[in-house]
């Protein structure tokens, strides 16, 4: 075999490369060929020093792309903005929550209600004030609760407005009692919109499409 496919086998083996021969084979070769162990021998040195070779200078662009970048990163102020609406919608459910609760203790106490109710019917006017309280709580402290709450809650409301403005209209119920189920709209409405806002950007928009479209 001549040298060239030895010194071939060599640069195959210093690239990690399949020698095309046994090791063994090529061993004995350098050992017996000395023109072949002296071009081995440089080619390593050569292979070492492009390996090692230093990367070449860049310039430094760190103060460059710092002064490029802006003050404050896009969607900081919106971010902090919803945070605040956030906020403040929990906060008017607690405050709707607190209300709703102030109906619900006298006649959980005392079985005092409106409109001189036998005392059965005050404890389940009382319980239910109480429940729609915790409800609104619940919301308030875990805003991801908003969507599935709103079935029951919403059907409960309409169900009671329509009765409402029913009696009302009747002159079964006075004003002031039926002016009271409006804290019970103000959660719900409270409610819808914090469901809303816990829905995925792409679920509103395509929402939002969907009634574009249908109102032109």
Do not use: Y
Request: hydrophobic share 60%; aromatic share 4%; glycine share 6%.
């Amino acid at each position: 075999m001549q040298c060239s496919a030895f010194r071939e086998a060599a640069s195959a083996r210093l690239d990690g490369e399949a020698l095309g021969m046994s090791e063994s084979a090529l061993d004995r070769h350098l050992a017996a060929c000395p023109g072949c162990a002296a071009w081995a021998a440089e080619a390593a040195v050569v292979s070492r020093r492009a390996r090692l070779t230093s990367a070449p200078p860049v310039p430094d662009l760190t103060a460059r792309v710092l002064i490029a970048l802006p003050k404050e990163m896009p969607g900081v102020r919106a971010a902090a903005r919803a945070r605040l609406v956030g906020s403040a919608l929990r906060l008017a459910l607690v405050a709707v929550a607190v209300a709703q609760a102030g109906l619900a203790w006298p006649a959980l106490m005392s079985g005092t209600a409106a409109m001189s109710a036998p005392l059965h019917m005050a404890h389940e006017t009382g319980a239910w004030n109480a429940a729609l309280a915790v409800a609104f709580v619940a919301v308030a402290a875990r805003p991801r609760w908003a969507a599935g709450s709103l079935p029951f809650l919403s059907a409960f409301t309409v169900f009671l407005l329509a009765t409402t403005v029913a009696d009302l209209a009747a002159g079964h119920v006075h004003l002031d009692r039926a002016l009271v189920h409006l804290l019970l709209l103000a959660g719900v409405v409270l409610i819808c919109v914090v469901a809303w806002r816990g829905r995925p950007p792409r679920q509103r928009s395509a929402l939002a499409v969907a009634r574009r479209r249908a109102a032109a």
